[in-house]
């Protein structure tokens, strides 16, 4: 296998200056989707694609694809993630992908190394979802999930439309790598989550991603004085969804390796001394078996049915089916973490990526690299150096071999 390294210094630069856009005085970093701040930084990764000699490819959403063509006829291999962040973001998640895979096919041209195939670098738009919904979005659409309709109708909180954001900022293109067609996807990126740093192991071998279902709950009671209005006389919201919120969490001690999170509350009139006519709350239920997910869903619904001291309304607002990577391209983590002796764990992504997305279409995998602490979408967010550089010559020699099998 190749002795050939990534340039460390070159890509802690580029996080480093990456970080800088949408910078917070607390540290943190704050691009969201489709705004000014998540355009600035999309357009910095653009320019260094033009530098390094990709063809610049920008489609009807915004997502950004960095292309150096192969003279062979082979479907191309996709390499990449995303820029978008949560509000209260740090510099790693997804950035590294980005700049990874860029520093990683540079490497491979300016080493001349060569490659059978195409390689694009990609960086889609609203992975994350969090200004507008679905998550993953810029994926979705690429392998035809989204139309162009669905994603430009999307709105925020504000009513704001991502169709009125492209326009705005002249976010969009009209490219599209109709004529050449993808054969593989990987995609680096920090663990999210504790367990490589707690077994002081360097990467992660993803062989799978497990699946999440999001669900939307409205409990709608009647308000009234919350002194004058007697226990047994009340519809109150907030008592009721206090009730089916212990029952919903309690699923997990029911159901082995469920993970079930109760992500957002919002209460109504949320005044100390008046009951709740109304609390809304987000059930987040995530396995990695698709019939134990199912049984979660067919549980959850059974508890919000059960409910009778106030009128109950739920729907589906997001999901997304568990996933197996591609054994071939697993081995070809695997093997290059083995060649840089890198001690190294196969195991199942908890969260959700591009990915996951693409691997439902083609040939997918992904690389974890070490979270501190097991902290991500957080101020707090960090891999060492040492950790980002690992990832990215793993990231490299995978593509080597993928790319020349």
Request: hydrophobic share 40%; proline share 3%; charged share 20%.
């Amino acid at each position: 296998m190749s002795t050939l390294r990534i340039n460390s210094e070159r890509l802690h630069n580029r996080m480093e200056m990456l970080a800088k856009i949408g910078a917070r005085p607390d540290g943190g970093v704050c691009r969201l989707a489709f705004s000014q701040l998540d355009l600035d930084g999309r357009t910095y990764v653009r320019d260094l694609m033009e530098e390094a000699g990709l063809e610049v490819r920008i489609d009807a959403v915004g997502n950004l694809f960095g292309i150096w063509h192969s003279a062979s006829a082979q479907p191309a291999l996709m390499v990449g993630s995303h820029t978008d962040t949560v509000a209260t973001g740090g510099q790693y998640d997804g950035a590294l992908g980005v700049l990874a895979a860029l520093e990683a096919v540079q490497t491979i041209l300016e080493h001349e190394a060569g490659s059978q195939q195409t390689l694009i670098v990609a960086s889609f738009v609203n992975e994350e979802g969090v200004r507008f919904m679905p998550d993953m979005m810029g994926s979705l659409y690429f392998t035809g999930e989204l139309s162009l309709a669905q994603v430009r109708s999307s709105e925020d909180s504000q009513g704001i439309s991502i169709g009125q954001e492209l326009d705005r900022l002249s976010y969009a293109g009209s490219d599209s790598l109709d004529d050449i067609p993808v054969g593989a996807f990987l995609e680096l990126h920090i663990e999210q989550g504790p367990v490589l740093e707690e077994e002081n192991l360097e990467i992660g071998v993803v062989t799978g991603v497990q699946g999440l279902s999001w669900t939307e709950v409205t409990v709608r009671g009647a308000s009234n004085h919350a002194g004058t209005t007697p226990m047994r006389l009340r519809k109150d919201a907030g008592r009721v969804s206090n009730t089916l919120m212990y029952d919903l969490q309690d699923l997990t001690s029911q159901i082995e390796n469920l993970r079930l999170t109760i992500g957002s509350v919002h209460y109504h009139p949320n005044l100390v001394n008046v009951i709740a006519n109304e609390v809304r709350f987000t059930i987040d239920a995530r396995h990695p078996d698709l019939s134990m997910l199912q049984e979660t869903e067919r549980r959850i619904a059974q508890i919000l049915d059960s409910q009778t001291d106030c009128f109950i309304d739920y729907h589906s607002i997001a999901k997304v089916n568990p996933l197996k990577f591609s054994h071939q391209i697993v081995s070809a983590v695997q093997e290059a973490a083995d060649h840089l002796a890198l001690p190294a764990k196969q195991m199942i992504s908890g969260a959700g990526h591009d990915a996951q997305i693409l691997g439902a279409q083609l040939p997918a995998g992904m690389i974890f690299i070490p979270s501190r602490n097991g902290i991500s979408h957080s101020i707090e967010e960090y891999s060492t150096p040492s950790q980002v550089e690992n990832g990215a010559n793993v990231l490299l020699h995978a593509i080597q071999t993928m790319a020349n099998q």
